[in-house]
């Protein structure tokens, strides 16, 4: 059974994290713009479920609670021990600190009208690694998709 439920973000992001805790998978609407291109904003539902030690690592897509106490859904870009750093897809620059204990979930799947891509699929795992790797270049391919798909403001 499906519900959709809207309530204020810090709230509901820990009733996630306490769903994830007991080994559900949760379905969320992607609302802002710092995973664009690839996670898009209202258009996307993204499948957060429980994870392994071994899940954590540069690439893969979490959402998780910063050090400044924030929830973020954005891609591990290093990994040292028990530390993270993590970026949005479709920020330059802009990156937050996190531990592994804020690590309320990764992505399982990701749904786009009515296809669903699994976060294992091969294509998806390419994705993922080439996006991370061009890291330093990406500010051009984004600046183009900004220009071609313009930001609309988010409403609280």
Do not use: C
Request: glycine share 8%; net charge positive.
């Amino acid at each position: 059974m499906t519900r959709k439920i809207t309530k204020d973000k810090g709230l509901m992001m820990e009733e996630i994290a306490q769903l994830i805790s007991e080994g559900k998978n949760v379905s969320i609407t992607a609302k802002g713009y710092s995973m664009n291109p690839f996670v898009r904003h209202m258009e996307d539902t993204l499948t957060i479920g429980p994870w392994q030690d071994s899940d954590i690592k540069k690439g893969t897509a979490a959402l998780v609670r910063t050090t400044k106490g924030e929830y973020v859904f954005h891609r591990i870009i290093e990994r040292k021990g028990e530390h993270l750093l993590l970026e949005g897809d479709g920020n330059i620059g802009q990156k937050e600190r996190a531990t592994l204990d804020g690590i309320a979930g990764i992505m399982h799947s990701i749904t786009r009208k009515n296809r669903t891509i699994s976060s294992k699929n091969l294509l998806w795992r390419i994705y993922s690694w080439t996006w991370v790797a061009l890291r330093p270049l990406r500010r051009y391919p984004l600046a183009l998709w900004r220009k071609l798909n313009p930001q609309q403001p988010l409403h609280r």
